[in-house]
């Protein structure tokens, strides 16, 4: 989604203007979602699922809302008018991103039991890396490569991601419950609290109520966000964002059973190839998948460009999306939430939308939403 730098927002009074939104582009209410389709050019009504977050908190007028101006050089949002100026305290080392507040994850709190083993996986997975130049062979390093595509693309950015969190295209239940069974062994959580997390991560983005924002710092939005189940939902609430995933009896089993999962792949691993096995294709290939994923919740609202008017800090990042199959199209994501295609123009790689479309051609993947010219034009920074 390379540049590092990018070139200051011009220094201009804030102000708003209107647009005219498309037809998948209505405010929802408060306890109903819409997910854009725009193969049908209709709205798919789901209750109680994620809100549309960039119009959150902006005044509509009838078919007309209020969006702020976003510098397509920088992607800062400025204030509305009228909204008091919030201080920066910093500064993103090779980007203007403005860091608002650090929040302070390790120290002066109370930690929960979740805390506490969500950093010890994270952190017994890293020490687990360090035996890797000790136990290489070809074997077991095929056995990670192996795995970060089955864990990395088919288990998070093509289930957990575009197919539970946005509903970008419909499988065939029997495939869509496999895919999300390589996701949980990617060892990021279950099916359930990701896709609530993200979706989320959509309705407050870049808000203080964002569950991982740079505005509170790069290493926050990277992966000590993770250590603070408390802060998390004292600012987004609970999961009920996710009814769709918590009627079905399989994601609840995944999550009930969550962490029997990946010790059974151990188990399986150490019985084929012994201890390499395991550091290669536990804990290297989870941590790669690991800073991988966190980049796009980082990296890609740092560094990178944006082509359209999200009203977020969203970047297209290229070298991120050729390490997450694709996810570093993040400002073309934002932009259109919906689609299960992210690398939108024919240069931009997006290896997870190779396997999609496959799937569509061999009839396992069905309405497969895409963005219309019309809507592209619509929030095109070029207009």
């Known amino acids: 989604m390379v540049s590092f730098t990018t070139t200051p927002a011009p220094k201009i009074?804030?102000?708003?203007?209107?647009?005219?939104?498309?037809?998948?582009?209505?405010?929802?209410?408060?306890?109903?979602?819409?997910?854009h389709n725009a193969t049908h050019n209709h709205h798919d009504s789901i209750g109680n699922l994620l809100q549309s977050s960039k119009l959150n908190g902006f005044r509509a007028r009838?078919?007309?809302?209020?969006?702020?101006?976003v510098s397509a050089a920088a992607g800062q949002v400025l204030q509305e008018p009228g909204e008091e100026e919030k201080p920066k305290i910093g500064k993103i080392f090779l980007s203007d991103v403005k860091v608002v507040k650090r929040r302070n994850v390790f120290w002066g709190r109370k930690w929960s039991s979740m805390d506490i083993g969500t950093a010890g996986v994270v952190a017994a997975m890293h020490l687990l890396s360090l035996f890797a130049p000790f136990t290489f062979n070809p074997g077991a390093f095929w056995v990670a490569v192996g795995l970060y595509v089955v864990t990395g693309l088919l288990g998070i950015t093509l289930s957990y991601h575009r197919n539970l969190s946005h509903r970008s295209f419909k499988l065939p239940k029997w495939l869509e419950y496999l895919f999300a069974y390589c996701g949980a062994q990617a060892l990021q959580g279950n099916p359930i609290d990701w896709v609530s997390t993200h979706r989320h991560h959509h309705q407050f983005c870049d808000s203080e109520k964002d569950p991982h924002s740079?505005?509170?710092?790069?290493?926050?939005?990277?992966?000590?966000?993770?250590?603070?189940?408390?802060?998390?939902?004292?600012?987004?609430?609970?999961?009920?964002?996710?009814?769709?995933?918590?009627?079905?009896?399989?994601?609840?089993?995944?999550?009930?059973t969550y962490i029997v999962h990946p010790l059974a792949l151990?188990?399986?691993?150490?019985?084929?190839?012994?201890?390499?096995?395991?550091?290669?294709?536990?804990?290297?290939?989870?941590?790669?998948?690991?800073?991988?994923?966190?980049?796009?919740?980082?990296?890609?609202?740092?560094?990178?460009k944006q082509a359209w008017n999200t009203g977020d800090l969203s970047r297209n990042n290229w070298w991120v999306a050729v390490l997450a199959f694709g996810e570093g199209w993040h400002n073309n994501h934002h932009a259109f939430e919906y689609s299960a295609?992210?690398?939108?123009?024919?240069?931009?790689?997006?290896?997870?939308w190779y396997v999609v479309r496959f799937l569509q051609a061999v009839g396992l993947a069905t309405d497969v939403k895409l963005p219309t010219q019309a809507q592209k034009r619509r929030l095109a920074l070029t207009n």
Not at 15 to 25: A, G, K, M
Not at 62 to 69: A, E, K, M, N, T
Not at 279 to 284: A, D, E, F, L, T
């Open 13 to 35: 009074k804030p102000f708003c203007y209107s647009i005219h939104l498309p037809p998948n582009r209505l405010i929802p209410k408060p306890e109903q979602t819409i997910f």
């Open 62 to 69: 009838g078919r007309r809302v209020l969006v702020p101006i």
């Open 214 to 256: 740079p505005i509170e710092g790069f290493w926050f939005s990277h992966m000590s966000w993770l250590f603070d189940q408390n802060s998390y939902i004292e600012r987004c609430g609970e999961a009920t964002n996710v009814v769709d995933l918590e009627k079905q009896p399989y994601y609840k089993f995944l999550k009930n």
């Open 266 to 304: 151990a188990a399986l691993l150490y019985s084929i190839g012994g201890f390499p096995f395991i550091v290669w294709g536990m804990g290297v290939r989870i941590v790669w998948v690991y800073h991988i994923t966190w980049l796009v919740n980082s990296a890609c609202h740092v560094w990178g």
């Open 341 to 352: 295609r992210h690398g939108l123009e024919w240069w931009q790689i997006d290896m997870t």
